[in-house]
């Protein structure tokens, strides 16, 4: 096999690749054998069928089935002799396949480029600090009094106001007709949460139990009832019940009934333990995104387009998703959502392609010791059995992600000891 390679980019090459006669004829012989076990040809015992009674009825099928077969087996050989690594499915342009000539194509793939100067120590980054104040605090015990809080009718009958749960049945009309499957009975919600649109909101504060209420409303083009989408609805509301939420006093015995703390005081201690935690987390998430940045503008190295659409793939199912979760039925991503997508997974293809060429350089690697310690880090991030996720990790391509994870951030650690970082 005699293979010519020739770059058409940074990431694009092209083999001319010859295979000679005499693997040619060998692997016709082998196909021309297998087709006569198989072949029924009337006049003919199984086997027994001659060569030219067989090309004459499968020498098209034979000629494909043999170009192909020489494509595999020596396209992978090809690039392991020239230390290729393609990132992309081969463009293969075949030649004629004749038995008793030598037998050529061309094949066509995208490569990881060849990075010869690497710029990734002395990134300079900022580490943002916030500090845990009493507010913060506050916030969080209050965030857990109304986990535990009641809901009571009012000690004297009074209009419904910002904060009270309401009960509610409701029907939708448009254009003085109902909308089937609109409406709703017993209907709960918390007036002044944002989970009404504002119009049935105001509509229904300051409203008595037994009162009725109307609303008109310009519904969006991607609501999810069929009915309403981009229509102006009129909704009719009847207020059937009040409650106030009634909330615990932040005091000793409310930490008590937690049941992990003794004092206010340690329950105040634990949520700022947890506060900060958070800080420091958001505060290295923030950083290592910033040298992440930094890393790819010092080296703007061409990256292959297919390795880009297929992260774009991945953000675009991505955002697709968040649509739906959001009631939301998009048919496409809008152009100007798209472009920032490519710019996005250009950048994050370039920074993989840098992080990975570190690793190389740095001879990191990620044996099964690395691999116990991500594992018990992911147990305790998601609350899975360490055990299960074990059995869990066994799956190949699992596994290669968790490894990728790793030793991404091994890299990151590595960038950011030699980092320039400064406190904001």
Request: aromatic share 4%.
């Given at each position: 096999m005699q293979v010519n390679v020739q770059k058409l980019s940074p990431v694009l090459v092209e083999f001319d690749v010859v295979v000679d006669a005499v693997r040619v004829k060998s692997e016709f012989d082998k196909a021309f054998a297998a087709v006569a076990r198989s072949a029924r040809v009337r006049g003919?015992?199984?086997?027994?069928?001659?060569?030219?009674?067989?090309?004459?009825?499968?020498?098209?099928?034979?000629?494909?089935?043999?170009?192909?077969?020489?494509?595999?087996?020596?396209?992978?050989?090809?690039?392991?002799?020239q230390q290729l690594q393609p990132v992309s499915a081969p463009d293969i342009e075949p030649q004629k396949v004749v038995e008793t000539e030598p037998f050529t194509y061309k094949a066509r793939f995208e490569i990881v480029p060849e990075i010869s100067e690497l710029k990734w120590t002395g990134l300079e980054a900022k580490r943002e600090t916030a500090a845990v104040t009493d507010e913060m605090i506050t916030a969080e015990l209050d965030k857990l009094r109304r986990a535990n809080s009641?809901?009571?009718?009012?000690?004297?009958?009074?209009?419904?106001?910002?904060?009270?749960?309401?009960?509610?049945?409701?029907?939708?009309?448009?254009?003085?007709?109902?909308?089937?499957d609109a409406g709703a009975k017993d209907f709960q919600v918390e007036l002044g949460a944002g989970q009404l649109i504002a119009a049935i909101d105001e509509a229904l504060v300051g409203k008595a139990p037994g009162a009725h209420a109307h609303a008109s409303v310009d519904m969006p083009p991607s609501h999810p009832h069929a009915g309403l989408r981009g229509k102006q609805a009129t909704f009719h509301l009847s207020l059937t019940d009040v409650k106030e939420r009634i909330l615990?006093?932040?005091?000793?015995?409310?930490?008590?009934?937690?049941?992990?703390?003794?004092?206010?005081?340690?329950?105040?201690?634990?949520?700022?333990?947890?506060?900060?935690?958070?800080?420091?987390?958001?505060?290295?998430?923030?950083?290592?995104?910033?040298?992440?940045?930094?890393?790819?503008?010092?080296n703007p190295i061409p990256v292959p387009p297919s390795l880009v659409r297929r992260q774009m793939q991945i953000t675009e199912?991505?955002?697709?998703?968040?649509a739906r979760r959001q009631g939301q039925s998009p048919s496409r991503i809008p152009d100007e959502v798209r472009a920032r997508i490519q710019a996005d997974s250009e950048s994050k293809v370039r920074a993989?392609?840098?992080?990975?060429?570190?690793?190389?350089?740095?001879?990191?690697k990620i044996g099964d010791p690395e691999l116990e310690e991500g594992m018990k880090e992911l147990a305790e991030q998601t609350g899975k059995n360490l055990a299960k996720l074990r059995v869990?990790?066994?799956?190949?391509?699992?596994?290669?992600m968790l490894i990728g994870m790793i030793l991404e951030n091994k890299v990151l650690d590595l960038i950011e000891a030699k980092a320039a970082i400064s406190n904001a």
């Open positions: 003919f015992r199984p086997g027994k069928a001659p060569r030219k009674v067989l090309a004459q009825m499968f020498g098209s099928r034979i000629a494909a089935d043999v170009a192909q077969r020489l494509v595999d087996e020596t396209f992978p050989k090809a690039t392991d002799e009641t809901l009571e009718a009012p000690a004297e009958a009074r209009p419904a106001k910002t904060g009270d749960v309401v009960t509610i049945d409701f029907t939708v009309e448009v254009d003085g007709s109902e909308v089937a615990p006093a932040a005091d000793d015995e409310f930490a008590k009934d937690l049941g992990e703390y003794e004092t206010l005081a340690d329950l105040k201690k634990d949520l700022k333990d947890g506060l900060e935690k958070q800080a420091k987390e958001a505060s290295d998430n923030a950083l290592a995104e910033q040298l992440v940045n930094e890393l790819v503008k010092a199912q991505e955002v697709l998703g968040m993989g392609l840098l992080m990975a060429e570190i690793a190389k350089r740095e001879a990191i869990e990790y066994r799956d190949a391509k699992k596994r290669e």
